[in-house]
């Protein structure tokens, strides 16, 4: 029998680099900092290249802690999703 998640798997951090989306997200607001410049500080999306459109959402949004989204790529770096 498979077990069924009723609750979506959230994404808040890099994980490569074990940096938080709320932590970019001060440093984005206290600098008015862009994603060049969070990638140039913390390495953030330069591992796998899995968080890069999560940090993208994160500066649209503000929000720090976003449901996995499958359909982004986790495999392209400069993944145009989300604009
Ligand atoms: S999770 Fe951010 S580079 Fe891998």
Redesign the pocket.
């Known amino acids: 029998m498979s077990e069924q998640r009723d609750e979506p798997i959230m994404v808040d ?5 074990d940096v938080s989306f709320r932590r970019l997200k001060q440093l984005a607001d206290e600098r008015n900092a862009d994603f060049d410049e969070l990638q140039r500080t913390f ?10 459109p999560y ?1 993208r959402e994160m500066l649209r949004t503000g929000e720090t802690v976003l449901p996995l989204r499958p359909e982004w790529n986790p495999s392209v ?1 400069d993944s145009p999703a989300p604009k």
């Not at 951090?13 to 680099?17: A, G, K, N, P, S």
């Not at 390495?43 to 890069?52: A, I, K, N």
């Open positions: 951090r890099c994980v490569c680099f390495g953030c999306g330069r591992g796998c290249g899995m968080c890069v940090i770096t």
